[in-house]
């Protein structure tokens, strides 16, 4: 029985669709994106929104299963294909991670990347708000990644995928990595790992 290949609904430049891509390729599973018209608001067609009732991409569809939301995807892909410890079953080992993915739904979604929102798209909000949030987090994920190489413990995780794509790309959004080292020696981490692949840069 031939097996149907995983789709994406996607949209190159958003962090969120990375980070679905980042996992899919870091497991080394085939799919295919289905580029979403986010500027012309397919998202919110009545075609999409049977995919995803909150119109946003990215949406995993695997089979019979539809996955929307960035790191509910991430979730599903470590629980159905991931081996070793992309998301681990202790209780404690989990808690760690879904730590940072609530930090990845908060403080990064309106910190980072909505600062990279307003610089690359004019996006109207109050970018200084935002700019404070990425900094603060930022000064998190420096301080406990000075104490283990991922931000989960000692191996990566789905932690680390959901956090890269939007911290990698912060000097879009005048979000400086400089003052921040261990940051940038776990994004060079991230980037090492097997089947990296990276996101598109808005700007050079
Ligand atoms: N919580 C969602 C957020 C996804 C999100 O913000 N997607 C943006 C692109 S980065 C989007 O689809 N924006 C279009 C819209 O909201 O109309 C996730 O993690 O997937």
């Not at 012309?40 to 569809?61: C, I, S, T």
């Not at 109207?124 to 949030?133: K, N, V």
């Not at 000064?139 to 789905?158: H, N, S, W, Y």
Request: hydrophobic residues 45%; glycine residues 6%; neutral net charge.
């Amino acid at each position: 029985m031939t097996r149907t290949a995983i789709q994406l609904y996607d949209f190159p430049l958003s962090g969120h669709s990375h980070r679905a891509r980042l996992m899919l390729s870091l497991l080394g599973l085939e799919y295919e994106t289905i580029p979403v018209k986010l500027a012309e608001g397919e998202q919110k067609q009545p075609a999409f929104l049977k995919l995803n009732r909150f119109g946003q991409v990215p949406v995993l569809v695997d089979g019979e299963a539809v996955v929307p939301d960035s790191n509910a995807i991430l979730v599903y892909l470590a629980r159905r294909y991931g081996h070793g410890d992309w998301l681990p079953e202790d209780p404690l080992g989990e808690a760690r991670v879904q730590r940072w993915l609530s930090a990845a739904a908060g403080p990064l979604a309106f910190g980072a990347a909505q600062a990279r929102l307003h610089k690359w798209r004019g996006v109207p909000l109050d970018y200084e708000l935002a700019a404070s949030r990425a900094r603060a987090l930022l000064q998190v994920m420096d301080e406990e990644l000075a104490e283990r190489p991922f931000l989960a413990g000692d191996a990566a995780t789905i932690a680390d995928v959901s956090l890269y794509s939007y911290t990698a790309r912060a000097p879009e959004g005048e979000i400086s990595l400089q003052p921040y080292p261990h940051v940038r020696a776990w994004l060079a981490r991230v980037e090492a790992l097997p089947g990296f692949v990276a996101m598109p840069a808005v700007k050079n």
